[in-house]
């Protein structure tokens, strides 16, 4: 295998202002492809800062393979794809050891897993046996087969799209896999003027055809660095904290967001601050995020699935419901009562930013 960055190398952090710039041109060149969806784009894009990896969920037709292609191809890295079907191998995911007739010795040939991005079309078609051998790589970023561990590339990301599971040949996916996905996202069908727009630009050729990169991994590494460095004040912890323990709470989930989820929540939000160029985290982000990042975790209780809720409006409620942090503080304690507004009032220094 080739030389390749590991995960505890240290790396430059990138300036708030320029990862504002840089992502604003990734953002642009992905939507050379995938028209009116901003909002979708830079969501993906946060995953990726977030160092998580990215849910496409929807029906057939709408891009989501189309924007995982997009973001992988808008980066100069290594990038594989994996067509996920139900006579798919775990071992075509994380390689197999081959027995070398020259040398007498076996030999590692690596999987699909290892690359930079990786672009798993249809996960949900592949049998949960398969499709569990993305938990590993996913969680602790190396692959271990026959007692050896390899480690992976830095970054590293899974862009999976999967087709709703009351479609014809598909698997759900084990609950355990769902948790290691930091968010989930749905394309949904263009509204009439982007998709003229799509038959104008792209009805005689793939758009991916003409789409180059505008970063490379390094690259990435360096913004992914500087995001780790956004501030979250006290108060936005705690209520992410308590956003997280109501859904474990609510009477219409069976099972609640997990510890993991908590930590998605956190990171992404620094990610989602960074790309609207601050050095902070708002309680707004936390709430934009809530049900991307929290509902496709959630299973609903059979009296709510009689009530035809889903997992994403028992979110948004949860999120109208629950107390927002004042802006001064109460460290270490739990929100106090709603406020009017969760943006800060422009009047000098930010709250919400000190250090």
């Known amino acids: 295998m080739t030389a390749q ?3 505890d190398q240290a790396v430059e952090p990138m300036p708030i202002d320029e990862i504002k710039s840089h992502t604003d041109g990734i953002a642009k060149n992905i939507e050379l492809v995938i028209e009116g969806k901003s909002a979708t784009v830079r969501l993906a894009i946060a995953v990726l800062l977030a160092e998580g990896h990215l849910l496409i969920e929807d029906v057939p037709g709408v891009g989501k393979t189309k924007l995982a292609k997009a973001l992988a191809c808008s980066v100069d890295s290594t990038v594989r794809r994996i067509q996920f079907t139900p006579d798919l191998l775990p071992s075509d995911i994380t390689g197999v050891s081959v027995y070398n007739q020259e040398t007498h010795d076996f030999e590692f040939k690596p999987g699909a897993v290892f690359a930079n991005l990786v672009v798993g079309d ?3 078609r592949a049998s949960p046996k398969t499709q569990s051998a993305l938990l590993e790589c996913m969680e602790e970023h190396q692959v271990t087969v026959d ?4 480690r992976l590339r830095s970054p590293f990301m899974v862009i999976a799209t999967q087709n709703p599971i ?3 040949g598909t698997y759900p996916l084990p609950e355990a896999q769902r948790d290691r996905f930091a968010a989930r996202i749905a394309m949904g069908y263009p509204d009439a003027r982007a998709e003229l727009d799509m038959l104008n630009l792209h009805g005689a050729a793939d758009p991916l055809d003409d789409l180059n990169a505008v970063s490379d991994a390094e690259t990435v590494r360096r913004l992914i660095a500087g995001v780790r460095d956004i501030h979250v004040a006290e108060p936005v912890k705690v209520y992410a904290v308590n956003l997280v323990n109501a ?7 069976r099972l609640g967001a997990s510890p993991r989820s908590c930590l998605h929540l ?3 939000a620094r990610a989602v601050a960074a790309l609207e160029g601050r050095d902070y985290v708002l309680p707004d982000d936390l709430q934009s995020l809530a049900v991307p990042v929290l509902a496709h975790r959630l299973m609903l209780t059979a009296e709510a699935q009689m009530a035809r ?12 419901r629950l107390a927002v942090p004042h802006s001064r503080g109460h460290r270490g304690a739990a929100p106090p009562a709603p406020s009017v507004q969760t943006r800060p009032p422009e009047t000098g220094q930010d709250p919400y930013r000190d250090r």
């Open 5 to 7: 960055h590991t995960w």
């Open 122 to 124: 249809e996960i949900n």
């Open 147 to 150: 007692g050896q561990t390899y």
């Open 166 to 168: 009351e479609m014809e």
């Open 247 to 253: 859904t474990r709470e609510s009477p219409e989930l």
């Open 266 to 268: 956190l990171r992404t």
């Open 309 to 320: 809720r889903t997992t994403d409006a028992v979110i948004s409620d949860l999120v109208h």
